[in-house]
């Protein structure tokens, strides 16, 4: 398995499984079109995030957009995981903590000393955040009127 940043063609694989993407990480509550996908993840590039994939061969397996952000009560600078996806085929197989252990890598080096993301509650792949050492920071409640 390679981690690497994208080619263009790749670039529009993970444009075009972006709006599957968002559905499985918001649990199927945010079914975007892929005009939507394109408007959330657009900005983010522009700002500099990126995505890493990892493939096999001409296989994409999956990838992670990271980039930054900045903590609205402290004004504190940080690494964020923006998105991971591993397409359905692969997972199981290990790809999701190789994604994120490289991602943290790379946000390191770019000068980050902390790395935050955003999950659904429910969402299995909180175990894995866990195990790699994410903590829980800040709780958003809902409830249904």
């Given at each position: 398995?390679?981690?690497?940043?994208?080619?263009?063609?790749?670039?529009?694989?993970?444009?075009?499984?972006?709006?599957?993407?968002?559905?499985?990480?918001?649990?199927?509550?945010?079914?975007?079109?892929?005009?939507k996908a394109k408007q959330l993840i657009e900005p983010l590039?522009?700002?500099?995030?990126?995505?890493?994939?990892?493939?096999?061969?001409?296989?994409?397996?999956?990838?992670?957009?990271?980039?930054?952000?900045?903590?609205?009560?402290?004004?504190?600078?940080?690494?964020?995981?923006?998105?991971?996806?591993?397409?359905?085929?692969?997972?199981?197989?290990?790809?999701?903590?190789?994604?994120?252990?490289?991602?943290?890598?790379?946000?390191?080096?770019?000068?980050?000393?902390?790395v935050r993301l955003s999950v659904y509650a429910g969402n299995p792949a909180?175990?894995?955040?866990?195990?790699?050492?994410?903590?829980?920071?800040?709780?958003?409640?809902?409830?249904?009127?």
């Amino acid at each position: 398995m390679e981690i690497r940043k994208p080619n263009d063609s790749e670039y529009k694989k993970i444009l075009s499984l972006a709006p599957q993407a968002l559905l499985d990480g918001t649990l199927g509550e945010a079914k975007p079109s892929d005009e939507k996908a394109k408007q959330l993840i657009e900005p983010l590039l522009q700002k500099g995030s990126y995505y890493l994939i990892a493939t096999e061969g001409d296989h994409l397996m999956g990838w992670i957009l990271i980039g930054t952000r900045k903590d609205p009560f402290t004004e504190k600078i940080y690494g964020f995981i923006y998105e991971l996806f591993v397409l359905e085929e692969f997972r199981g197989k290990g790809i999701a903590k190789q994604l994120i252990k490289t991602g943290i890598e790379h946000l390191k080096q770019d000068g980050y000393s902390e790395v935050r993301l955003s999950v659904y509650a429910g969402n299995p792949a909180i175990k894995l955040y866990e195990t790699l050492g994410f903590k829980h920071k800040t709780i958003t409640m809902s409830m249904n009127m």
